[in-house]
């Protein structure tokens, strides 16, 4: 039965952006899916292992600007860069890790947004490299497979969907393995995680090192796909919890949340944009921090374990319930 | 080697800020024994655990374990060498079953967590827990909680186990259980050190006692030596008088 | 690079420790009370600059006399984020009220923006171009007004948490909330009065810095942040900490705008709380 929806909903996706109206609508999707490879990574290591990070904007603008400044200076496919990027932002994660994992919820929450923030300062010091403010731009070059650059929106929209199943599978992966039940023990207490063996320091560095790498990937197909990365936008704070928020909405710890969450977030994003029209410059990302709001007083747990508890009850109440086992 | 001294602390030391709280601890443990430790609140009891299992760094002393160093390890090496311990104020994962908890100490060994599974399962029924397998941890029982810490600590297949004040606030019928719980872990081959403030139940299982005040061992030999040392008398009427 | 200039700076560095410090013991009253981190902090300075901007601009006030205004507004403020915002999650895990602030920063900012647009806004008092100068050294007089404000505030508060009964009454739930409830003390009105006293303190920091400093809706991230370090550096819930602390960032930043250009200044802060967590990473204050 399961199987069956899952094939179904999989083959939507396939033939998705041929049931769209226009490129708009699969620029949406682009996005989306974009935003679920991201919340999926930021799962990894917010959902997870309870270690929320308001800073992955370092790790994603990383990721475009070095595979932007490798492809500017040297004409390297991005198809290779795109592994580049991961891994320098996976560099980038291990002495973060060692620093702050010694910090409590709350305060390594803003130790990543100093993160974030000191490498946008920095990308904005150093303009001869990296054009501070003015930003990078992709060469363009029209369709160039090769170079990951395609004129039409459906190529973008199967390689960001493909991103997104590989995390799908690889949190799936991962929550059945060691390291998933660790992460989870330490999110629950760290002390008693230590207490029977779990090196705490070394799952959360594994997590957070993964997370940074699928982070950075993303990183460098937005860059692609938007042809321009600026360091306000990708190094952002208003990235990070972007970012944070797809996987919570969605809910956290969860192999569908950030999914979900994605596909809330960014219809949300795109219908306020659309109903102000950029008249009122800030409104919609009032209307955003009052929803992040509303959202925790209401389901601080996120949108997918309420489904689930919801979901369960309805189940409980048919006594002839079959395949009600989530 | 049974009867071989297992775990060795030599002179712990540990300040902090203006208290000393403990001051040049020596002690043997016993392959095999219950080693019951006892003394005032205050006495640096939790401490030692503390020290001993890498949750406090000494500033002077060491821990020797079945011939080797194991001062200063963080936590987690503490317990893959073999010394696993409970806490005084239980710390279950409290939205996980208590199957899944039990899993998690399981997974140090038996990497693998179906394997892991099937030990957790069997650990459960040797502490009496395999009908709360599919609760969630939070809610149960004191008693229940209590056999849950030791159940996870045991999944980890530990050679010396330390139970911190197991039995404070049972009743005198789990304190029963309780205590068949502990001398149950010695049958399975295990060393246990327990700290206690239920006397009954420390006097009667322990080898041997170890008796701490202030930081430092006043007293140390067999329960009924203990309880007529004068010095042990004295440091809980003692203990009486600082306190008023 | 001369004495002269280095010494500028230090002094330059000590004046905007009193802003900081301010900000700080704000963030780490509500912390230590209510043991809640509030993520929007910057966004009460903002909010304190732009009712200080608009006092003046509307009805001529100056800045300082209408701290008299602002303090009590902000008061009020923070009580009502404190009743309905985060009173409801004080018992939520982590994530809730890290993103419950976060989310109050983000409208905050954003309201500033849509309501007041992003230009940057001055106040422009008749004392704002007089300085001190002494052997090369020039102090302006706004900042160091800014500087005895700040710190005749956090005196009054001092006074007020060890001379009054309110006060003792406030430490004494950040100490522990069981016994304090025990002693007849309600935690929920002293959860008020902290998170009223951290968002006025914030906001008479803005109001202090509004005569040499611009307004506009994203001023208060860089305070916020500073904030941040000052108090992790001085210790969760320690105001002697904060001081301390601020007063060390304050000069760190001052010499690294010195050394390393402007825009850098909040990267040598930040190099000093990873120094801080590395070396120190309970604070200054140790084992609070």
């Known amino acids: 039965m399961r199987r069956a929806a899952a094939a179904g909903l999989f083959l939507t996706l396939i033939v998705l952006p041929f049931l769209l109206p226009n490129p708009f609508y699969v620029h949406i999707v682009v996005m989306m899916a974009v935003f679920a490879v991201l919340g999926g990574a930021w799962n990894l290591i917010g959902g997870y292992a309870g270690q929320l990070s308001l800073g992955h904007a370092a790790f994603f603008g990383t990721g475009a600007y070095v595979s932007t400044l490798l492809v500017n200076a040297t004409g390297i496919s991005p198809w290779i860069t795109l592994w580049l990027g991961g891994a320098a932002a996976l560099l980038l994660s291990l002495p973060v890790g060692a620093i702050c994992f010694r910090l409590q919820g709350p305060y390594f929450a803003i130790a990543t947004i100093g993160l974030g923030e000191v490498l946008r300062l920095l990308v904005l010091h150093f303009r001869e490299v990296t054009n501070g403010a003015q930003g990078l731009t992709v060469p363009f070059k029209g369709e160039a497979p090769w170079q990951l650059q395609f004129e039409s929106k459906f190529p973008y929209y199967y390689i960001a969907l493909a991103m997104a199943a590989a995390v799908v599978l690889v949190t799936r992966r991962m929550e059945r393995a060691r390291l998933g039940h660790y992460l989870v023990a330490i999110g629950q207490n760290q002390d008693a995680a230590e207490a029977i063996g779990i090196d705490s320091v070394r799952a959360k560095g594994q997590a957070l090192a993964l997370s940074a790498f699928v982070t950075g990937v993303a990183g460098v197909f937005y860059a692609q796909y938007t042809y321009v990365v600026h360091p306000d936008s990708v190094f952002g704070l208003g990235m990070s919890i972007q970012i944070a928020l797809v996987a919570i909405v969605g809910g956290v710890g969860t192999v569908l949340g950030p999914i979900l969450g994605a596909a809330i977030m960014e219809s949300f994003v795109q219908s306020t944009q659309i109903a102000f029209a950029g008249q009122y410059p800030g409104l919609e990302l009032i209307v955003y921090g009052g929803l992040l709001m509303a959202v925790i007083l209401w389901q601080p747990r996120g949108v997918i374990p309420w489904l689930a508890r919801v979901f369960r009850r309805a189940a409980a109440r048919r006594p002839a319930a079959r395949g009600a086992q989530a | ?244 | 690079m001369d004495l002269t200039t280095i010494v500028q700076a230090l002094i330059s560095g000590v004046l905007m420790a009193g802003i900081y410090a301010l900000v700080a013991i704000g963030l780490t009253l509500i912390f230590g009370v209510v043991r809640i981190v509030n993520f929007a902090q910057g966004e009460f300075v903002m909010l304190g600059m732009y009712a200080t901007y608009w006092l003046w601009k509307l009805w001529g006030i100056d800045p300082y006399a209408s701290l008299l205004i602002t303090m009590p507004l902000l008061f009020c403020f923070g009580v009502l984020v404190q009743r309905f915002l985060l009173q409801p999650i004080l018992h939520a895990p982590d994530l809730a009220q890290i993103f419950m602030t976060v989310g109050l920063s983000v409208a905050l900012m954003n309201a500033a923006l849509f309501s007041f647009t992003a230009d940057f806004r001055s106040v422009k008092t008749a004392y704002a171009e007089r300085a001190l100068h002494a052997g090369g050294v020039t102090v302006p007089v706004t900042r160091l007004f800014a500087f005895v404000g700040a710190l005749a505030l956090a005196g009054l508060l001092t006074l007020f948490l060890t001379r009054t009964d309110v006060g003792k009454a406030l430490r004494a739930v950040a100490q522990d909330r069981e016994v304090s409830m025990l002693l007849g003390i309600n935690p929920r009105r002293m959860y008020l009065l902290a998170v009223g006293l951290g968002t006025a303190l914030a906001g008479a920091a803005g109001g202090l810095i509004v005569p040499f400093f611009y307004v506009f809706p994203t001023v208060g991230v860089v305070f916020g942040l500073v904030a941040f370090v000052v108090v992790i550096l001085g210790t969760l819930g320690s105001i002697q900490g904060a001081l301390l602390a601020s007063l060390i960032v304050g000069v760190a930043e001052s010499l690294g705008i010195l050394f390393a250009g402007a825009d850098l200044g909040l990267v040598m802060v930040f190099a000093l709380l990873v120094a801080a967590l590395v070396f120190k990473p309970l604070g200054l204050m140790g084992q609070a």
């Open chain 2, 1 to 244: 080697m049974k009867g071989e001294a297992l775990l060795q602390v030599e002179g712990l030391a540990k300040r902090f800020g203006g208290v000393q709280a403990v001051a040049d601890l020596s002690f043997d443990v016993r392959e095999g024994e219950i080693l019951g430790m006892i003394g005032p609140n205050g006495s640096g009891k939790t401490t030692t655990f503390n020290l001993i299992t890498g949750f406090f760094r000494p500033d002077r002393g060491r821990t020797r374990f079945a011939g080797s160093e194991v001062t200063g390890l963080p936590p987690h090496a503490v317990c893959a060498r073999g010394i696993c311990r409970t806490f005084q104020v239980a710390k279950p994962f409290r939205e996980l079953t208590v199957l899944r908890n039990v899993l998690m100490g399981a997974l140090l060994r038996h990497p693998d967590p179906v394997e892991a599974g099937a030990r957790a399962t069997e650990v459960l029924r040797a502490v009496g827990l395999e009908g709360r397998a599919h609760m969630e941890a939070g809610s149960l029982t004191t008693i229940d909680q209590r056999r849950l810490e030791v159940a996870r600590a045991l999944a980890t297949e530990p050679r010396l186990v330390l139970l911190d004040e197991t039995m404070a606030g049972l009743t005198p019928t789990e304190v029963g259980e309780a205590m068949r719980l502990v001398a149950g872990l010695r049958e399975r081959g295990l060393t246990v050190v327990v700290v206690e403030h239920v006397m009954r139940a420390v006097m009667s299982l322990s080898d041997r006692i170890v008796v701490l005040d202030q930081g430092a061992k006043i007293a140390e030999g067999s329960p009924a030596e203990v309880a007529s040392d004068p010095r042990v008398i004295q440091a809980y009427l003692g203990a009486e008088y600082r306190r008023a």
